[in-house]
């Protein structure tokens, strides 16, 4: 039997830290909640061992945090978190997406076109998770063609972080469609080779929630006084 047929199974505990991500992305499980070790071993079937496990997992991962002698919660994600999500996102895409331009060949524009279709997909049927998951797959396919596997390691690293930004700027948007439509443009400019043109739409992209952010920040300070 080749490699290739070999089916890699996770450990138990990183299904658990999985699926306790996509309640966390899904809201099914909010920001600030408790996670009671023994009601997830009973509610998975597991141990609670696994349970702690996947709890380091997701600790690692800065997604929950111990609290001594209080318990384990789902860290709550401030507005400096979306700060430095936006700085670090800009300071990282930018140039790898710059680097992975020349890489970009028929084949691989195919697959970016498809992601996009099924953007567009997810924006007719106004699934938000759908499209975050899509824009991750985006994001990470030209990241990864970068070339530099130091840039390609520390993005996969914020995988998490950067999920879990993008499940706050549905309230940034007009709809579902103009978070798809700037994927289509973004991907229209990468198809052009146009390097500064690429540098420029990526942080556009990234920085339009800052400056919707700022606005309201800045209205609040108004409103207070």
Same mark, same amino acid.
């Given at each position: 039997?080749?490699?290739?047929? !070999? =089916?890699?199974?996770?450990? +138990?505990? *990183?299904?658990? @830290?999985?699926?306790?991500?996509?309640?966390?992305?899904? &809201?099914?499980?909010?920001?600030?909640?408790?996670?009671?070790?023994?009601?997830?071993?009973?509610?998975?079937?597991?141990?609670?061992?696994?349970?702690?496990?996947?709890?380091?997992?997701?600790?690692?991962?800065?997604?929950?945090?111990?609290?001594?002698?209080?318990?384990?919660?789902?860290?709550?994600?401030?507005?400096?978190?979306?700060?430095? !999500? =936006?700085?670090?996102?800009? +300071?990282? *895409?930018?140039? @790898?997406?710059?680097?992975?331009?020349?890489?970009?060949? &028929?084949?691989?524009?195919?697959?970016?076109?498809?992601?996009?279709?099924?953007?567009?997909?997810?924006?007719?049927?106004?699934?938000?998770?759908?499209?975050?998951?899509?824009?991750?797959?985006?994001?990470?396919?030209?990241?990864?063609?970068?070339?530099?596997?130091?840039?390609?390691?520390?993005?996969?690293?914020?995988?998490?972080?950067?999920?879990?930004?993008?499940?706050?700027?549905?309230?940034?948007?007009?709809?579902?469609?103009?978070?798809?439509?700037?994927?289509? &443009?973004?991907?229209?400019?990468?198809?052009?080779?146009?390097?500064?043109?690429?540098?420029?739409?990526?942080?556009?992209?990234?920085?339009?929630?800052?400056?919707?952010?700022?606005?309201?920040?800045?209205?609040?300070?108004?409103?207070?006084?």
């Amino acid at each position: 039997m080749g490699d290739d047929n !070999i =089916i890699v199974q996770k450990p +138990l505990s *990183e299904l658990i @830290a999985d699926q306790l991500k996509k309640d966390i992305w899904s &809201e099914s499980i909010k920001f600030g909640d408790r996670l009671l070790e023994t009601d997830l071993a009973e509610h998975f079937d597991v141990s609670r061992s696994t349970i702690r496990e996947a709890f380091k997992i997701l600790e690692t991962e800065e997604l929950i945090v111990s609290k001594a002698r209080k318990g384990t919660y789902v860290a709550d994600f401030t507005e400096q978190d979306l700060n430095e !999500i =936006i700085e670090l996102r800009t +300071l990282i *895409e930018s140039q @790898a997406f710059k680097k992975a331009m020349p890489k970009l060949d &028929e084949q691989q524009l195919e697959k970016l076109k498809k992601i996009t279709e099924q953007m567009k997909i997810k924006a007719d049927e106004h699934d938000w998770n759908g499209l975050f998951d899509l824009d991750m797959e985006f994001h990470s396919f030209v990241v990864n063609l970068c070339g530099n596997a130091r840039i390609v390691r520390i993005y996969n690293s914020l995988q998490v972080q950067i999920r879990t930004f993008l499940m706050h700027l549905d309230q940034y948007y007009s709809s579902p469609q103009s978070f798809y439509r700037e994927h289509e &443009e973004l991907l229209q400019t990468l198809i052009s080779k146009d390097k500064d043109a690429v540098v420029k739409r990526v942080s556009n992209h990234i920085e339009y929630v800052e400056e919707k952010l700022l606005g309201v920040n800045d209205e609040n300070r108004v409103n207070a006084n």
